[in-house]
């Protein structure tokens, strides 16, 4: 079955950088993978889009509230997405979710309902 494990996340002072990881297994091809997303939520609230990658071509996209911070890559061959995360802020203190879909994301913003498959979560939590 499919499953995605996010790791990394930890308790940071703000100003501080964190990577989190997030590998897919249980795909036969990295390339059914169409785009992998992050996405955080803090109790009581929606849960938002931070970051998207279209695994095919690269095309990255992020929230503007973390856009110049926050960065998505990948790495093909290990299944793994990551979040590099600099200049953290306490107002990023989250649980994070990866995602993923084995079809196109619509390219006018991180939706949620693009995603159909989540992981558990991974906290982050940074202190002022």
């Known amino acids: 079955q499919v499953q995605l494990v996010e790791s990394g996340g930890a308790s940071v002072q703000a100003g501080g950088s964190l990577r989190l990881s997030c590998k897919a297994s249980?795909?036969?091809?990295?390339?059914?993978?169409?785009?992998m997303g992050w996405f955080r939520q803090v109790p009581g609230q929606e849960r938002e889009g931070v970051a998207m990658?279209?695994?095919?071509?690269?095309?990255?996209y992020s929230a503007d509230s973390v856009k110049g911070r926050f960065t998505i890559s990948q790495n093909n061959a290990e299944y793994t997405v990551y979040l590099r995360m600099n200049s953290l802020k306490p107002e990023d203190s989250a649980l994070y979710y990866c995602?993923?879909?084995?079809?196109?994301?619509?390219?006018?913003?991180?939706?949620?309902?693009?995603?159909?498959?989540w992981g558990q979560g991974t906290q982050v939590t940074v202190s002022s």
């Open positions: 990658l279209y695994t095919l071509d690269g095309t990255t």
């Open positions: 995602a993923s879909s084995i079809f196109q994301c619509s390219r006018s913003g991180i939706k949620r309902t693009d995603f159909g498959v």
């Open positions: 249980g795909y036969t091809y990295y390339s059914t993978l169409k785009c």
